[in-house]
């Protein structure tokens, strides 16, 4: 089997570009003009885990051995997401920890809040319901607050609207934002993310696309909706020598 996956030739003949499933279905047909489809799916699968390719979207792939961001889920997170998913059970809910960011940078922030978003609609109500038996909860906080109360050391639990089509995913019965969502909102959202700005944003971003696997069509996607994405692209660009525009093909 290692033998007809091929993973020195795939090495060299795809390195240091972005390259199709087609065109790797096509690699190998030079090989094996009768290769299955089915054959082939397992040979894609098995280059991913070994760590030879990986996906910067839905069948387009780089050389290169990067990881699925998998963050530690504290305990805290799943009760308050199965508290409200009690009482609200057709909310859209994401939810994470800030301090998942602490492992990209150098300096360690003093802040380690929750956020967690959830539907315009119910939002207030999941607020009150909360409010009975938590402390330090804000609602959308505005400015002032976010400085004045929020940026103070303590553990923090921040409700904010969602983004309609927010990349999020599910880990654990839980719902938590997929990289590409933190690396935007990150972008957008100075005020609540002061602590991760300046020079230790340039860091979570260099160790964030060299750690893991970026799906670039999510990320843009979702920059766009957010209206930042040539705002994001220039940064990339200019503080990492990131073209991401050079990593969509079609």
Not at 8 to 25: A, D
Not at 192 to 205: A, D, Q, R, T, V
Not at 215 to 232: C, E, G, Q
Request: hydrophobic share 40%; with cysteine; net charge positive.
């Amino acid at each position: 089997m290692n033998k007809k996956v091929r993973i020195n030739e795939i090495k060299e003949i795809f390195k240091e570009r972005v390259f199709t499933s087609h065109e790797l279905y096509n690699f190998y047909l030079q090989k094996e003009p009768n290769l299955k489809k089915t054959t082939f799916r397992w040979r894609v699968y098995s280059l991913k885990k070994k760590g030879v390719i990986y996906s910067i979207k839905k069948g387009v792939y780089l050389i290169g051995n990067k990881k699925i961001f998998e963050p530690v889920i504290p305990k805290k997170l799943f009760l308050i997401y199965k508290k409200i998913k009690s009482k609200f059970p057709y909310c859209d809910i994401c939810i994470w920890n800030v301090n998942w960011l602490n492992d990209f940078t150098i300096h360690q922030p003093i802040s380690n809040n929750i956020i967690i978003e959830i539907d315009k609609y119910a939002a207030e109500s999941i607020f009150y319901f909360l409010q009975t038996e938590m402390e330090n909860l804000y609602l959308n906080p505005n400015n002032t607050e976010i400085e004045k109360y929020i940026q103070n050391g303590k553990q923090n639990v921040i409700l904010k609207n969602i983004i309609v089509d927010s990349p999020v995913e599910k880990k654990r019965n839980i719902i938590i934002p997929k990289i590409e969502k933190i690396i935007v909102d990150l972008f957008v959202e100075k005020d609540l993310f002061s602590s991760y700005h300046g020079e230790e944003l340039k860091n979570i971003y260099y160790e964030i696309f060299n750690r893991y696997s970026i799906n670039f069509s999510t990320l843009k996607r979702y920059a766009n909706r957010r209206n930042v994405y040539l705002k994001i692209e220039k940064f990339l660009y200019a503080e990492l020598s990131l073209n991401i525009n050079k990593l969509f093909i079609g």
